[in-house]
């Protein structure tokens, strides 16, 4: 039976979502760029420091520019251990940013690689208490199946170290996430080209994450749409499934029944 690419939703904490690319709020050289992103990009979802939301504040507020529809996805950015990591998502709950989480425990200040140890004890700690969480981690099938276990809504591999746009570093250790892993897998930081989008996407990641690919080109509103359509074709492609591979030359007509 052919899937109807209309219907093929992906399904978070509940919450059916037609788009497939995450956006962010970081890095922009003007916040106000931030809602013509979000149109050009189709997204749904979009991440936030809490430190950049202070909802009591008189001045101008970053989620002034996040349109009602959105779901926010705040970060625990900052957290250098799991203790710290669920006090931070327990204030975005209470500052009204919903029960949405994602979880990142980083003590590493150079490479900014997550603590997957610490990063499980946060996950289970927060979905006990009915948070949707979506935790960043090293790529790592063990610490995938601990997420599953402790009540992780999906899993957030990244690509290459934060903010670098190196692209798919960690390419093989995502296809096996995505291979074994029952939880949806979202690939977050260092996609930095529309291409490397689809290539997360043509491998059957659920979603990707982007933000500094975006935020960080001369046109972000332009690069938005592109990534868009690269993650929808990428999609796409991996619903299709692509034609097997081989080291021989296979001619697409045959040679044969054209010279007499």
Not at 55 to 60: A, I, L, Q, R, V
Not at 131 to 158: C, H, Q, R, W
Request: hydrophobic share 40%; with cysteine; glycine share 8%.
């Amino acid at each position: 039976m052919d899937l109807n690419i209309k219907e093929d939703e992906l399904i978070i904490g509940g919450k059916k979502l037609k788009s497939r690319l995450f956006t962010g709020t970081g890095k922009y050289s003007d916040d106000s760029l931030i809602p013509a992103v979000i149109e050009k990009s189709g997204s749904e979802v979009i991440t936030i420091a809490l430190r950049r939301v202070d909802f009591n504040s008189g001045t101008e507020n970053v989620t002034d520019y996040i349109p009602d529809h959105m779901t926010l996805l705040p970060n625990t950015s900052g957290a250098r251990n799991s203790e710290e990591a669920v006090r931070i998502a327990r204030l975005a709950k209470a500052s009204g940013c919903g029960n949405w989480i994602k979880i990142e425990v980083i003590s590493d200040n150079k490479y900014l690689f997550p603590d997957n140890h610490e990063t499980v004890k946060a996950s289970e700690i927060l979905a006990k208490e009915g948070f949707v969480v979506l935790p960043y981690i090293n790529p790592d099938l063990i610490t995938a199946k601990n997420l599953e276990n402790a009540g992780a809504s999906a899993v957030m591999p990244l690509g290459a170290p934060i903010g670098s746009n190196m692209g798919l570093q960690t390419r093989d250790m995502i296809r096996i996430l995505i291979a074994e892993s029952s939880l949806p897998v979202i690939v977050d930081a260092g996609i930095g080209k529309p291409s490397h989008a689809c290539e997360a996407m043509e491998m059957g990641a659920a979603a990707c994450l982007v933000n500094t690919a975006i935020a960080s080109s001369k046109n972000p509103v332009l690069m938005a749409e592109a990534f868009k359509q690269a993650v929808e074709s990428g999609r796409k492609a991996f619903l299709a499934k692509t034609g097997a591979q081989r080291l021989e030359a296979s001619p697409s007509s045959p040679l044969t029944g054209f010279l007499r």
